[in-house]
Protein backbone atom coordinates (compact mmCIF):
# COMPACT_ATOMS: atom_id res chain seq x y z
CA UNK A 1 0.00 0.00 0.00
CA UNK A 2 1.32 3.40 -0.82
CA UNK A 3 -1.07 5.23 1.63
CA UNK A 4 -0.28 4.45 5.07
CA UNK A 5 -3.28 5.96 6.38
CA UNK A 6 -4.94 3.27 5.34
CA UNK A 7 -2.97 0.53 6.93
CA UNK A 8 -5.63 -0.02 9.73
CA UNK A 9 -8.14 -1.32 7.38
CA UNK A 10 -8.85 -4.86 6.28
CA UNK A 11 -8.41 -6.54 3.25
CA UNK A 12 -10.68 -9.33 1.60
CA UNK A 13 -9.05 -12.02 -1.18
CA UNK A 14 -10.77 -13.21 -3.82
CA UNK A 15 -9.54 -16.27 -4.86
CA UNK A 16 -10.44 -17.99 -8.01
CA UNK A 17 -8.71 -21.88 -8.42
CA UNK A 18 -11.39 -24.02 -9.76
CA UNK A 19 -11.57 -26.74 -10.90
CA UNK A 20 -8.72 -27.32 -8.14
CA UNK A 21 -9.89 -28.90 -4.70
CA UNK A 22 -9.16 -26.08 -1.77
CA UNK A 23 -7.63 -27.75 1.07
CA UNK A 24 -6.78 -25.00 3.66
CA UNK A 25 -7.06 -20.80 3.29
CA UNK A 26 -5.92 -18.43 5.84
CA UNK A 27 -5.75 -14.19 5.58
CA UNK A 28 -4.40 -12.20 7.36
CA UNK A 29 -4.33 -7.95 7.36
CA UNK A 30 -2.29 -8.05 4.03
CA UNK A 31 -1.58 -11.61 2.83
CA UNK A 32 -3.69 -14.47 2.44
CA UNK A 33 -2.66 -18.51 1.51
CA UNK A 34 -4.34 -20.85 -0.14
CA UNK A 35 -3.38 -24.60 -0.78
CA UNK A 36 -5.15 -26.89 -3.35
CA UNK A 37 -4.84 -30.22 -4.74
CA UNK A 38 -5.81 -32.00 -8.11
CA UNK A 39 -7.38 -35.02 -9.23
CA UNK A 40 -5.55 -34.99 -12.80
CA UNK A 41 -2.53 -33.32 -14.10
CA UNK A 42 -2.85 -29.98 -16.19
CA UNK A 43 -2.24 -26.23 -16.04
CA UNK A 44 -4.38 -24.26 -14.41
CA UNK A 45 -4.91 -20.50 -14.16
CA UNK A 46 -5.00 -18.85 -10.35
CA UNK A 47 -6.21 -15.26 -9.88
CA UNK A 48 -7.01 -12.97 -6.83
CA UNK A 49 -8.09 -9.81 -6.68
CA UNK A 50 -8.11 -7.99 -3.45
CA UNK A 51 -10.90 -5.57 -2.06
CA UNK A 52 -11.67 -3.63 1.31
CA UNK A 53 -13.31 -5.69 3.74
CA UNK A 54 -16.70 -3.44 3.71
CA UNK A 55 -17.03 -2.82 0.25
CA UNK A 56 -16.58 -5.83 -2.39
CA UNK A 57 -17.94 -4.17 -4.84
CA UNK A 58 -15.44 -1.76 -5.16
CA UNK A 59 -12.65 -1.45 -7.55
CA UNK A 60 -10.03 -3.90 -6.67
CA UNK A 61 -6.93 -2.48 -4.77
CA UNK A 62 -4.89 -5.08 -6.27
CA UNK A 63 -5.15 -8.25 -8.44
CA UNK A 64 -2.81 -10.68 -10.19
CA UNK A 65 -2.53 -13.95 -11.92
CA UNK A 66 -0.36 -17.28 -12.11
CA UNK A 67 -0.58 -20.83 -14.24
CA UNK A 68 0.18 -23.82 -11.77
CA UNK A 69 1.73 -26.90 -13.62
CA UNK A 70 0.10 -30.08 -11.95
CA UNK A 71 1.68 -33.70 -13.04
CA UNK A 72 1.76 -37.02 -12.19
CA UNK A 73 5.76 -36.57 -11.53
CA UNK A 74 8.17 -35.57 -9.68
CA UNK A 75 8.82 -32.05 -10.21
CA UNK A 76 12.45 -29.78 -10.05
CA UNK A 77 15.15 -28.45 -11.57
CA UNK A 78 18.66 -29.26 -12.12
CA UNK A 79 22.07 -27.68 -12.18
CA UNK A 80 25.43 -27.56 -13.44
CA UNK A 81 28.21 -25.30 -11.53
CA UNK A 82 32.19 -25.98 -11.94
CA UNK A 83 34.62 -25.23 -9.39
CA UNK A 84 36.86 -22.05 -10.02
CA UNK A 85 39.26 -20.82 -7.03
CA UNK A 86 37.47 -23.55 -4.33
CA UNK A 87 34.03 -21.72 -5.29
CA UNK A 88 31.21 -22.89 -7.35
CA UNK A 89 30.27 -20.89 -10.35
CA UNK A 90 27.85 -21.39 -12.57
CA UNK A 91 28.31 -20.95 -16.52
CA UNK A 92 25.05 -21.57 -18.34
CA UNK A 93 25.34 -25.01 -20.48
CA UNK A 94 28.82 -24.42 -21.32
CA UNK A 95 31.95 -25.53 -19.07
CA UNK A 96 35.84 -26.22 -19.71
CA UNK A 97 36.93 -29.34 -19.73
CA UNK A 98 39.40 -30.70 -17.17
CA UNK A 99 37.61 -29.29 -14.41
CA UNK A 100 35.45 -30.23 -11.65
CA UNK A 101 31.58 -30.34 -12.90
CA UNK A 102 29.18 -30.36 -10.09
CA UNK A 103 25.66 -31.63 -11.32
CA UNK A 104 22.73 -31.21 -8.97
CA UNK A 105 18.95 -31.85 -8.87
CA UNK A 106 16.66 -29.28 -6.71
CA UNK A 107 13.28 -30.82 -5.42
CA UNK A 108 10.46 -28.35 -5.90
CA UNK A 109 7.96 -29.12 -3.24
CA UNK A 110 6.24 -26.19 -1.51
CA UNK A 111 4.05 -28.18 0.53
CA UNK A 112 6.11 -30.68 2.16
CA UNK A 113 4.54 -33.35 -0.08
CA UNK A 114 7.65 -35.69 -0.03
CA UNK A 115 8.67 -35.06 3.71
CA UNK A 116 8.46 -38.59 4.00
CA UNK A 117 9.83 -39.65 0.95
CA UNK A 118 13.30 -41.56 0.38
CA UNK A 119 14.76 -40.48 -3.23
CA UNK A 120 17.42 -42.54 -5.51
CA UNK A 121 19.39 -40.61 -8.22
CA UNK A 122 20.12 -42.52 -11.46
CA UNK A 123 22.81 -40.13 -13.54
CA UNK A 124 23.59 -40.72 -17.19
CA UNK A 125 25.75 -38.50 -18.48
CA UNK A 126 25.81 -38.98 -22.08
CA UNK A 127 29.05 -40.52 -22.86
CA UNK A 128 28.97 -44.27 -21.56
CA UNK A 129 28.76 -43.40 -17.40
CA UNK A 130 25.98 -43.92 -15.54
CA UNK A 131 26.06 -43.28 -11.48
CA UNK A 132 23.54 -44.30 -8.67
CA UNK A 133 23.39 -41.46 -5.69
CA UNK A 134 21.41 -40.86 -2.96
CA UNK A 135 22.08 -37.66 -2.67
CA UNK A 136 20.83 -35.00 -4.89
CA UNK A 137 24.04 -34.42 -6.78
CA UNK A 138 27.16 -35.70 -8.14
CA UNK A 139 30.37 -34.73 -9.46
CA UNK A 140 32.07 -35.37 -12.77
CA UNK A 141 35.26 -34.71 -14.59
CA UNK A 142 35.24 -34.99 -18.03
CA UNK A 143 38.40 -34.20 -20.64
CA UNK A 144 37.23 -34.77 -24.04
CA UNK A 145 34.87 -31.93 -26.00
CA UNK A 146 32.21 -32.07 -27.16
CA UNK A 147 27.98 -31.79 -26.85
CA UNK A 148 26.27 -34.06 -24.74
CA UNK A 149 22.84 -34.45 -22.78
CA UNK A 150 22.93 -35.07 -19.07
CA UNK A 151 19.72 -37.61 -17.92
CA UNK A 152 18.41 -37.52 -14.48
CA UNK A 153 15.66 -40.11 -13.22
CA UNK A 154 14.71 -39.12 -9.92
CA UNK A 155 12.77 -41.96 -7.31
CA UNK A 156 10.91 -40.85 -4.59
CA UNK A 157 8.91 -43.36 -2.47
CA UNK A 158 7.11 -43.53 1.01
CA UNK A 159 4.43 -45.38 2.84
CA UNK A 160 1.07 -44.23 4.55
CA UNK A 161 -1.63 -45.63 5.72
CA UNK A 162 -4.07 -47.74 3.50
CA UNK A 163 -7.88 -48.11 3.26
CA UNK A 164 -7.43 -50.93 5.65
CA UNK A 165 -7.26 -50.65 9.03
CA UNK A 166 -3.78 -50.90 10.06
CA UNK A 167 -2.57 -51.42 6.54
CA UNK A 168 0.61 -49.32 5.05
CA UNK A 169 1.10 -49.08 1.67
CA UNK A 170 3.71 -48.26 -0.42
CA UNK A 171 3.41 -45.12 -3.20
CA UNK A 172 5.94 -43.99 -5.19
CA UNK A 173 6.54 -41.08 -8.11
CA UNK A 174 9.41 -40.71 -10.52
CA UNK A 175 10.53 -37.85 -12.68
CA UNK A 176 12.68 -37.46 -15.83
CA UNK A 177 14.93 -34.19 -16.29
CA UNK A 178 17.40 -33.64 -18.63
CA UNK A 179 19.71 -30.56 -18.86
CA UNK A 180 22.57 -29.54 -22.47
CA UNK A 181 26.30 -29.57 -21.46
CA UNK A 182 28.59 -28.16 -23.74
CA UNK A 183 32.63 -29.10 -22.99
CA UNK A 184 35.28 -26.53 -24.56
CA UNK A 185 39.07 -26.55 -24.28
CA UNK A 186 40.57 -25.29 -21.19
CA UNK A 187 42.82 -23.00 -20.84
CA UNK A 188 46.32 -25.30 -18.66
CA UNK A 189 48.48 -22.57 -18.08
CA UNK A 190 49.71 -18.72 -18.84
CA UNK A 191 53.91 -18.61 -18.52
CA UNK A 192 55.48 -15.63 -19.16
CA UNK A 193 58.89 -15.42 -20.31
CA UNK A 194 61.53 -12.08 -20.00
CA UNK A 195 63.27 -9.86 -17.86
CA UNK A 196 62.24 -8.59 -14.86
CA UNK A 197 64.29 -5.70 -15.11
CA UNK A 198 64.33 -2.67 -17.30
CA UNK A 199 65.22 0.91 -17.39
CA UNK A 200 63.06 3.78 -18.53
CA UNK A 201 62.81 4.79 -21.91
CA UNK A 202 64.32 1.36 -22.69
CA UNK A 203 62.09 -1.53 -25.10
CA UNK A 204 61.25 -4.01 -22.92
CA UNK A 205 60.12 -7.72 -24.55
CA UNK A 206 58.17 -10.26 -23.60
CA UNK A 207 56.83 -13.40 -24.61
CA UNK A 208 53.48 -15.21 -23.36
CA UNK A 209 53.33 -18.85 -23.94
CA UNK A 210 49.78 -20.21 -23.51
CA UNK A 211 48.84 -23.65 -22.92
CA UNK A 212 45.31 -23.92 -24.76
CA UNK A 213 43.67 -24.15 -28.19
CA UNK A 214 43.08 -21.16 -30.05
CA UNK A 215 41.62 -19.22 -30.79
CA UNK A 216 42.56 -17.68 -27.20
CA UNK A 217 41.20 -14.04 -25.91
CA UNK A 218 44.00 -12.61 -24.53
CA UNK A 219 43.65 -9.59 -22.28
CA UNK A 220 47.10 -7.49 -20.68
CA UNK A 221 47.54 -4.16 -18.53
CA UNK A 222 50.44 -3.12 -17.20
CA UNK A 223 49.91 -1.12 -13.74
CA UNK A 224 52.16 0.51 -10.37
CA UNK A 225 50.42 -2.87 -8.67
CA UNK A 226 48.37 -6.40 -9.86
CA UNK A 227 45.11 -5.96 -10.15
CA UNK A 228 42.28 -8.62 -11.41
CA UNK A 229 41.42 -8.10 -14.82
CA UNK A 230 37.69 -7.64 -15.46
CA UNK A 231 35.51 -6.65 -18.22
CA UNK A 232 37.77 -4.90 -21.57
CA UNK A 233 39.33 -2.47 -19.00
CA UNK A 234 42.74 -3.91 -20.69
CA UNK A 235 44.28 -3.81 -24.07
CA UNK A 236 42.43 -6.71 -25.48
CA UNK A 237 44.14 -9.02 -28.56
CA UNK A 238 42.69 -12.00 -30.22
CA UNK A 239 45.63 -15.32 -30.61
CA UNK A 240 45.71 -17.66 -33.06
CA UNK A 241 48.42 -19.34 -31.57
CA UNK A 242 50.21 -20.23 -28.35
CA UNK A 243 52.62 -17.12 -28.18
CA UNK A 244 52.39 -14.16 -27.56
CA UNK A 245 55.05 -11.22 -28.22
CA UNK A 246 54.53 -8.04 -26.03
CA UNK A 247 56.97 -5.16 -26.14
CA UNK A 248 56.35 -1.95 -23.55
CA UNK A 249 58.40 0.93 -22.83
CA UNK A 250 58.04 2.73 -19.43
CA UNK A 251 58.66 6.62 -18.66
CA UNK A 252 58.87 6.27 -14.90
CA UNK A 253 61.20 4.29 -12.86
CA UNK A 254 59.44 2.20 -10.41
CA UNK A 255 57.73 -0.94 -9.27
CA UNK A 256 55.31 -2.37 -12.14
CA UNK A 257 52.93 -5.39 -12.62
CA UNK A 258 51.99 -6.84 -16.05
CA UNK A 259 48.51 -8.35 -15.42
CA UNK A 260 47.64 -11.43 -17.91
CA UNK A 261 44.04 -12.84 -18.91
CA UNK A 262 43.32 -15.18 -21.21
CA UNK A 263 39.68 -16.76 -22.08
CA UNK A 264 38.45 -19.85 -24.09
CA UNK A 265 34.62 -19.94 -23.66
CA UNK A 266 33.78 -20.16 -20.31
CA UNK A 267 37.17 -20.41 -19.25
CA UNK A 268 39.59 -17.56 -17.49
CA UNK A 269 42.84 -18.05 -16.91
CA UNK A 270 45.20 -15.24 -15.08
CA UNK A 271 48.34 -14.42 -13.73
CA UNK A 272 50.71 -11.42 -13.21
CA UNK A 273 54.56 -10.74 -13.79
CA UNK A 274 56.66 -8.05 -11.41
CA UNK A 275 58.67 -5.87 -13.54
CA UNK A 276 61.19 -3.45 -11.93
CA UNK A 277 62.04 -0.27 -13.39
CA UNK A 278 65.20 1.26 -13.26
CA UNK A 279 66.68 4.80 -13.65
CA UNK A 280 68.74 5.72 -16.72
CA UNK A 281 71.80 6.24 -15.07
CA UNK A 282 72.02 3.52 -12.84
CA UNK A 283 73.10 0.02 -13.75
CA UNK A 284 72.06 -2.65 -11.37
CA UNK A 285 74.91 -4.89 -12.03
CA UNK A 286 77.88 -1.95 -11.62
CA UNK A 287 76.30 -0.53 -9.05
CA UNK A 288 76.17 -4.57 -7.06
CA UNK A 289 79.79 -4.95 -8.26
CA UNK A 290 80.76 -1.15 -6.83
CA UNK A 291 79.14 -2.20 -3.28
CA UNK A 292 81.29 -5.58 -3.44
CA UNK A 293 84.49 -4.11 -4.21
CA UNK A 294 83.92 -1.35 -1.41
CA UNK A 295 83.39 -3.63 1.21
CA UNK A 296 86.54 -6.02 -0.09
CA UNK A 297 88.65 -2.42 0.30
CA UNK A 298 87.25 -1.76 3.85
CA UNK A 299 87.10 -5.16 5.03
CA UNK A 300 91.31 -5.66 3.63
CA UNK A 301 92.00 -2.16 5.36
CA UNK A 302 90.34 -3.32 9.10
CA UNK A 303 92.35 -6.59 8.20
CA UNK A 304 95.68 -5.24 7.57
CA UNK A 305 95.73 -2.77 10.28
CA UNK A 306 94.48 -5.08 12.74
CA UNK A 307 97.72 -7.47 11.70
CA UNK A 308 100.28 -3.85 11.29
CA UNK A 309 99.02 -3.04 15.50
CA UNK A 310 99.75 -6.73 16.39
CA UNK A 311 103.23 -6.85 15.18
CA UNK A 312 104.27 -3.48 16.55
CA UNK A 313 103.34 -4.83 19.60
CA UNK A 314 105.54 -8.12 19.25
CA UNK A 315 108.21 -6.13 18.22
CA UNK A 316 108.61 -3.86 21.53
CA UNK A 317 108.30 -6.62 23.75
CA UNK A 318 111.05 -8.33 21.51
CA UNK A 319 113.55 -5.65 21.96
CA UNK A 320 113.16 -5.04 25.61
CA UNK A 321 115.51 -7.45 27.01
CA UNK A 322 118.90 -6.56 27.20
CA UNK A 323 121.97 -7.95 28.97
CA UNK A 324 124.08 -4.85 30.69
CA UNK A 325 126.83 -7.96 32.13
CA UNK A 326 130.35 -6.52 31.20
CA UNK A 327 132.55 -8.85 29.15
CA UNK A 328 134.37 -9.45 32.28
CA UNK A 329 131.70 -10.95 33.95
CA UNK A 330 130.41 -13.41 31.72
CA UNK A 331 132.77 -16.22 33.02
CA UNK A 332 130.93 -15.71 36.67
CA UNK A 333 127.63 -15.46 34.79
CA UNK A 334 128.50 -18.53 32.85
CA UNK A 335 129.41 -20.30 36.10
CA UNK A 336 126.27 -18.92 38.24
CA UNK A 337 123.47 -18.66 35.85
CA UNK A 338 120.98 -20.11 38.01
CA UNK A 339 121.60 -16.67 40.68
CA UNK A 340 122.33 -14.10 37.91
CA UNK A 341 119.58 -12.29 38.52
CA UNK A 342 119.73 -12.01 41.96
CA UNK A 343 123.60 -11.41 41.93
CA UNK A 344 123.44 -9.02 39.50
CA UNK A 345 120.92 -7.30 41.84
CA UNK A 346 123.08 -7.62 44.87
CA UNK A 347 126.26 -5.95 43.20
CA UNK A 348 124.33 -3.02 42.21
CA UNK A 349 122.82 -2.47 45.57
CA UNK A 350 126.14 -3.37 47.56
CA UNK A 351 127.62 -0.03 45.04
CA UNK A 352 128.67 2.71 47.56
CA UNK A 353 127.21 6.31 45.52
CA UNK A 354 130.72 7.57 44.40
CA UNK A 355 131.40 3.96 42.84
CA UNK A 356 127.87 4.32 40.72
CA UNK A 357 128.89 7.71 39.84
CA UNK A 358 132.17 6.49 38.57
CA UNK A 359 130.74 4.03 36.54
CA UNK A 360 127.69 6.04 35.35
CA UNK A 361 130.29 8.48 34.20
CA UNK A 362 132.29 5.87 32.54
CA UNK A 363 129.13 4.99 30.48
CA UNK A 364 128.60 8.11 29.70
CA UNK A 365 131.86 8.65 27.61
CA UNK A 366 132.46 5.58 26.80
CA UNK A 367 132.17 6.22 23.11
CA UNK A 368 135.20 8.27 23.50
CA UNK A 369 137.43 6.27 26.05
CA UNK A 370 135.89 2.56 26.23
CA UNK A 371 136.66 0.56 30.34
CA UNK A 372 134.13 -1.80 30.08
CA UNK A 373 132.13 -3.59 27.05
CA UNK A 374 128.46 -4.46 27.22
CA UNK A 375 126.40 -6.45 24.57
CA UNK A 376 122.86 -5.91 23.71
Not at 178 to 199: C, F, Q, W
Not at 205 to 219: E, W
Amino acid sequence: MKNDSVTSNLYHFNWIYAPLILIEKSEQQFNSVINVTSEFPGTFPVSVWVTHKDCWLCRPVARNVTLLQITEFITGNLTIAQIEDSRFVTHGSSFSTGAVTRISFSLHDPSHYFKAASFVYNWDFGDGVYQITKEPFVYYNCSTMGNRTVHLKVIAEWEQMGSIIHDRETLQKTGDFTTALELLDAVKSINVVGSRETHVMENLSLSLHINGTPPLALCWLIKAECVPLEGEKCHLVVVNGSCYHLSHTFSDAGQYCLSVRVEKGVMMLQTYHEIKVWPAGIQPASFVLLCITLVSVVVGLVLYTTFRSNTQQKDLVEVADFDFLPLSDKSLSSRSEPSCGRVCCRSFFRQSPQEAARESHELLHSFYKPVKMYTV
